[in-house]
């Protein structure tokens, strides 16, 4: 910290110089009244000497607050960390595919997270997420760091635990769209990539929550991942791709796979391929994820044989502004297929409406119409509803 030595006040320096200046006046009063030119001469000297002290006080301050604000612990932790999350409330009315009907006020998502730029090249990710699922749990949700700066340099290292790149699950709905539900895998891992020129291709590896029958459990999982944006017409297009050696890893097929999930047969591999169009108002997204084979009726079947699950998504989004407010239109059809024992639907339509009521805070009106597999592969061949209304803030 600089320390500096007190000066007195403009006021009392001009005070003290008339005061040494004083005897001398009073002696040349004495003898012969000084004349009008040496009296002006006095007063610019002596202003002279009053603005050079102002000047050294005004530096030694500027220095002080320039030390404080650039190295104090606040502003350091200002320079270098970000806060934020997100609260959602909802309301929700719906009817299953036995014609059971419910509804019920949740606080769906609290989601809080902290971000570090620690320098240049080093960065570091952690969030904590609580969701409405019956336990009431608080859990690390993600926590990584990320090695290098892509705006600088291509290549980057990512280490930890979040959701691997395999899909691209961005949509303007409320509700996540299905092929979330097939492939979301969130795993502790390492990854590896390189972005250039609007291209980005990422390998990982990880140690999953699946293996084969007899395997050790070893890190022996992982994915590679493609992605490429670009400008174009006035909009944006982005495009991506990925593959991972085992879908069996992600969240809902672990889930669903029960004990066969320690004891698969071979491992199945998944594939997938995503874009997105955003032009004006408009944004288009379709994103389509698959099994690469089927895995054995034992460990997950669909009419009676090996289910090859597999969904796809396709969106249409327009945002406008009303009055001032925010306002974004969303419309979705989707659709799965072999996905009965996941708990998935066969088809899902819906729209949603989202209304920036206030600075942070937006309220989202969706509805959803699924439609179960046909009794014949096993479903009740009935459809299902889902509406929402979501209070969410934003901060």
Request: contains cysteine; negative net charge.
């Amino acid at each position: 910290m600089i320390k500096s030595k007190l000066l007195p006040a403009p006021g009392l320096l001009l005070s003290s110089l008339l005061w040494t200046a004083l005897p001398a006046g009073l002696a040349a009063a004495s003898d012969d009244s000084p004349s009008a030119s040496q009296l002006l001469l006095l007063i610019q000297n002596q202003q002279r000497e009053l603005d050079k002290l102002k000047a050294a006080l005004a530096k030694t301050q500027a220095a002080k607050t320039e030390k404080t604000t650039s190295d104090g612990p606040l502003s350091s932790l200002d320079q270098k960390f970000s806060f934020g999350g997100v609260v959602e409330i909802e309301t929700t009315k719906s009817e299953d595919f036995a014609s059971a009907e419910s509804s019920d006020i949740t606080l769906a998502t609290v989601e809080l997270f902290v971000d570090a730029e620690l320098s240049d090249l080093v960065s570091t990710h952690v969030q904590i997420l609580y969701e409405d699922d019956g336990d009431d749990i608080i859990r690390l949700d993600e926590g990584f760091v990320t090695l290098g700066n892509t705006e600088r340099h291509p290549p980057y290292l990512q280490a930890g635990k979040w959701v691997v790149p395999f899909g691209n699950f961005n949509t303007d709905m409320s509700s996540d769209p299905l092929t979330l539900d097939l492939g979301e895998t969130k795993e502790a891992a390492v990854l590896f990539g390189v972005a250039s020129d609007g291209f980005t291709l990422e390998g990982f590896v990880y140690n999953g929550d699946t293996q084969q029958a007899n395997d050790n459990d070893e890190i022996e999982q992982g994915g590679l991942a493609f992605g490429y944006g670009t400008e174009i017409m006035g909009g944006r297009v982005n495009l991506g791709a990925s593959y991972v050696r085992n879908i069996a890893d992600s969240d809902s097929l672990t889930t669903g796979l029960a004990a066969a999930a320690r004891a698969l047969d071979r491992l199945v591999g998944g594939i997938e391929g995503h874009a997105a169009l955003s032009l004006q108002s408009w944004t288009l997204r379709g994103s389509y994820m698959t099994a690469a084979k089927a895995f054995r009726a034992t460990e997950l079947a669909f009419n009676g044989r090996g289910a090859k699950p597999k969904a796809w998504h396709l969106e249409a989004a327009y945002s406008t502004s009303i009055n001032g407010q925010d306002v974004t239109v969303a419309a979705t059809a989707q659709n799965t297929g072999e996905a009965l024992a996941l708990g998935l639907p066969e088809r899902r339509y819906g729209t949603a409406v989202t209304l920036g009521v206030l600075e942070h805070a937006a309220i989202t009106a969706e509805y959803l119409r699924d439609n179960d597999y046909c009794i014949g592969d096993g479903g009740t061949g009935n459809d299902g509803y889902t509406a929402t209304l979501k209070l969410t803030v934003e901060f």
